[in-house]
């Protein structure tokens, strides 16, 4: 897909990354959480989030909550499937998980989360998984300290 992103690109995108049964399990998470009004985005502004980048892909600030709360919600899988493929040696799915951690970020202008998968990914070319194993923590660290921000921007 090239840039900007339209909604139905971006909503055609998550279709084929998450699973039938993901999308089942978070339905009544969703119908929830689409009722909280987001705080004034400039509560993300101000904590480094690249809000105005983040706006090239979508075409809105509606659309930009709306998937953002969609990846509130789908974060913490990814955080889940990164972890078990560290444990299984999955070096497929390592690349895979931290390359999904990094579009994520770049699309919603998490600098500093991009900025460290970029770095995993640069190592995973290298296939210096030992690094990334023994230091992984710390991309997981920032990506579970953003999603307490976008928790704490959505009020909840």
């Known amino acids: 897909l090239a840039k900007p992103f339209n909604k139905e690109q971006i909503k055609t995108l998550l279709d084929t990354i998450f ?5 089942n399990e ?4 969703i119908v929830e959480f689409n009722d909280i ?7 993300l502004k101000n904590n480094d989030i690249d809000v105005a980048g983040a706006l090239e892909y ?38 895979t ?21 970029v770095y995993y990914l640069e190592k995973a070319n290298e296939n210096d998984y030992k690094y990334i194993k023994e230091n992984i923590n710390k991309l997981i660290k920032l990506v579970e300290n953003t999603q307490k921000l976008i928790e704490k921007y959505f009020d909840i």
């Open 19 to 23: 699973s039938e049964e993901d999308k």
């Open 37 to 43: 009004i987001p705080r004034d985005i400039n509560s």
């Open 58 to 95: 979508f075409d809105d600030e509606k659309t930009y909550n709306e998937m953002l709360r969609s990846w509130l919600l789908s974060s913490p899988n990814k955080i889940i499937r990164l972890k078990e493929a560290i444990n299984k040696d999955d070096i497929e799915q390592i690349n």
């Open 26 to 29: 978070e339905s009544e998470e």
């Open 97 to 117: 998980m931290i390359h999904n951690i990094e579009s994520d970020a770049e699309c919603f202008g998490f600098k500093k989360v991009e900025e460290e998968a």
